[in-house]
Nanobody
Framework: QVQLVESGGGLVQAGGSLRLSCAASGRTFSSYAMGWFRQAPGKEREFVGHISSGAGITYAADSVKGRFTISRDNAKNTVYLQMNSLKPEDTAVYYC?????????????????WGQGTQVTVSS
């Protein structure tokens, strides 16, 4: 069982930055691939990026590539989402998720554990 708690969301102007954190419980955090997703009002939850266990290989969706960076600190049981050059269309609730596998995935169904989400609002 893994429990996830996101933090770091808030209101920011377009062009600004935020760093989201996702703290995980459990002693096996390092063995889990982690993903970030987001959901805007009236839209489906969409993939943002993922990071593998072990070597921490990352992958980002085209919509955020070059602006968002995922990292993890296994000693702190935490995964991060650094968001730069934010745009109003990045406004959403952001969720982290954990998958009991080595490689990350774009698919929501591959993740067994989810956080409660943190709101990010980007004003124009």
């Amino acid at each position: 069982q893994v429990q996830l708690v996101e933090s770091g969301g808030g209101l920011v102007q377009a062009g600004g930055s935020l760093r989201l954190s996702c703290a995980a419980s459990g002693r096996t955090f390092s063995s889990y691939a982690m993903g970030w997703f987001r959901q805007a009002p009236g839209k489906e939850r969409e993939f943002v990026g993922h990071i593998s266990s072990g070597a921490g290989i990352t992958y980002a969706a085209d919509s955020v590539k070059g602006r968002f960076t995922i990292s993890r600190d296994n000693a702190k049981n935490t995964v991060y989402l650094q968001m730069n050059s934010l745009k109003p269309e990045d406004t959403a609730v952001y969720y982290c998720a954990a998958a009991n596998r080595r490689s990350g995935s774009r698919w929501k169904g591959d993740y067994a554990y989810w956080g409660q989400g943190t709101q990010v609002t980007v004003s124009s």
